[in-house]
């Protein structure tokens, strides 16, 4: 085994009052010396006095003594289970130099014991003697021969827990010093450098690294890793897999920066084309799963997520989530269920309750439906999400006045929960009761002023029954200055220009709307418009492609019958 490696793990072990204190407790517990090797003395009055004396001062916390005193025995016995203890209390004493002369008792005793040169370096670090430490580690490093490179970056990350960074980055520069042509060492410096925040250094360090093995993986990685996030790591590489196209790190590396530039076709791309060579891969299957779904290409979403659930390794919960709504988009209605269902933990568990509830009404089982919203309020007590739904799907199945009783029931036992007031305020709406709503969205605005949904709600009431339009739009644009981007208050300020008579400008706003939302009730305003304009065909066309998008939806169907009987 490379001496190195444990030697670094020894360090990280010992390098703590915890770790200390607990040899204290038990002192024989972790030497491990072959019997043999050990030197034949006799227990004398002398040696048991000064190992009572040793020990009793160490449970006292006595450590300064305790040291003295087995630093003494170490000498007179170099007996290797003495002589590692006594190592340990001068550590725990910060007493170094009782400590590195134990270690090198010991060392003389044993040269190749692995735990004495485990514990040097532990001392000498400690101590701050950096140009020891680096002539013993520089002494194993060239014993390692052509191994010498793997060698240096496993000793990197051996000390890359250890808080002293400086001392770290000094010790790595004498190190390496030895070895101007080998890019590991270059690699090492600059991995160490940006330990310290010498990012100039670094990068002169992993470029010198490439200079040096041009194709090496690791080396393009870490000079990914130090350009500013982005256009520059895409640029670069790009450039290296051109001439590099089997490096799957650092392909992978690429598509995730693609990913967060938001750039998701390409990253499909280079995730599809990993998932060639890697077609077992949770990690490559789920990002191409997701990454199809966010550009919308969901028939090459379903077989990536499904192989993904199956391997069983990872969270399975988000992929069953996305494979129950890409059945449902497809009106596989009992598999969307039976996905959804499988739901069983994280941030997806209620709103596959939810969808699940969904399916079930467009199935119109809407009796079942609801059974399972109430099921699943036991288990969650106090989720209004759940009554919100329940609620929805009520007033979605035009039962406008069941809806509204259960929702004010609800309401009535938190007067004050925003989205109750909204819901309730929708329903009251349906039953002509404006009074309701007015007076639960002005609460609704009094508590959440900051919030655009009371304004927007309530403007877009008024505009809709076509009265006090000037206070619809007033209402509106505060709305739309708190959100500037959101769709559907654009759809309510073209709403509002509507019935103000404007209709070139409602036109132009409600498209933009629609541009950014191809949303049902958005489409029937459109189509109003345009068929007030006289442009009759368009408003037609309009409201066909919206109809087959969104088969049963309240308000397109309300006004498709009142212009197309």
């Known amino acids: 085994m490379n001496p190195l490696i444990p030697a670094i793990a020894a360090l990280l072990g010992l390098a703590s009052v915890g770790a200390a204190a607990q040899m204290v407790e038990n002192p024989h517990g972790k030497i491990q010396v072959d019997p043999g090797s050990l030197p034949r003395l006799d227990l004398t009055p002398q040696i048991l006095y000064q190992y009572l004396l040793a020990e009793i ?100 990350r051996g000390f890359a827990r250890y808080p002293d960074r400086m001392a770290v980055n000094r010790l790595f520069e004498a190190l390496t010093k030895p070895y101007p042509q080998l890019a590991e060492g270059h ?41 500013p996030k982005g256009a520059a790591q895409l640029d670069f590489l790009k450039t290296w897999l051109a001439t590099n196209p089997g490096a799957q790190q650092a392909r992978l590396g690429y598509a995730r920066v693609l990913v967060g530039e938001k750039r998701y076709e390409e990253a499909r791309v280079e995730f599809r084309s990993l998932l060639a060579d890697n077609p077992d891969n949770p990690e490559i299957l789920y990002a191409v799963g997701i990454l199809s779904l966010q550009v919308n290409a969901v028939g090459d979403a379903e077989q990536p997520l499904r192989r993904y659930v199956e391997l069983g390794r990872g969270d399975l919960n988000p992929a069953r989530f996305y494979l129950g709504q890409i059945a449902e988009q497809a009106q596989r209605f009992d598999d969307a269920i039976r996905w959804f269902d499988q739901v069983e933990a994280g941030e997806n568990v209620l709103p596959a309750r939810i969808r699940a509830a969904r399916v079930l009404a467009r199935q119109k089982k809407l009796d079942e439906a609801r059974e399972r919203l109430a099921t699943a309020r036991a288990t969650m007590p106090g989720e209004v999400r759940l009554t919100v739904a ?53 609460r609704l605005i009094a508590l959440k002023p900051e919030s655009p949904q009371g304004y927007n709600a309530l ?11 000037d206070e619809a739009a007033a209402l509106v644009d505060k709305a ?46 459109v189509g109003e418009v345009l068929w007030q304009l006289g442009r009759k ?29």
Do not use: C
């Open 57 to 156: 001062a160490a449970q006292r916390g006595q450590f300064a003594l305790s040291a003295g005193a087995y630093l003494d025995l170490a000498r007179s016995t170099r007996d290797p289970r003495i002589v590692r203890r006594a190592a340990e209390i001068a550590f725990h004493a910060r007493q170094y130099d009782s400590a590195l002369e134990a270690i090198r008792i010991w060392l003389s005793i044993d040269p190749a014991s692995q735990q004495a040169k485990q514990m040097q370096v532990t001392m000498l670090l400690a101590s701050g003697r950096i140009d020891e430490l680096a002539i013993n580690l520089g002494r194993d490093l060239a014993a390692e021969g052509p191994r010498v490179g793997d060698a240096m970056l496993q000793l990197v």
């Open 187 to 227: 690699l090492a410096r600059a991995q160490v450098a940006m330990g310290v925040g010498e990012t100039d250094k670094a990068r002169a360090a992993v470029d010198r690294a490439l200079e040096l093995r041009p194709d090496w993986e690791q080396a393009a990685l870490a000079k990914a890793e130090l350009l």
């Open 390 to 442: 329940e609620g929805q799907l009520l007033r979605d199945a035009g039962r406008h006045q069941e809806a509204y009783a259960f929702l004010a029931r609800f309401l009535e036992a938190q007067p004050d929960q925003d989205d109750l007031l909204y819901e309730v305020s929708l329903a009251a709406e349906k039953l002509g009761q404006l009074d309701v709503v007015e007076r639960h969205l002005r």
């Open 459 to 469: 403007g877009y009431t008024f505009a809709d029954h076509n009265i006090r339009l």
């Open 480 to 525: 739309l200055s708190l959100a500037p981007d959101d769709s559907f208050i654009l759809d309510s300020k073209g709403w509002v220009l509507f019935r103000q008579g404007k209709l070139d400008a409602a036109l132009e706003t409600l498209q933009k709307a629609y541009a950014r939302q191809p949303d049902a009730e958005i489409a029937a305003h």
């Open 537 to 565: 065909d368009e408003a037609r066309s309009i409201w066909i492609e919206a109809n087959k998008a969104h088969p049963g939806n309240e308000a397109l169907n309300a006004t498709i019958k009142r212009f197309l009987p």
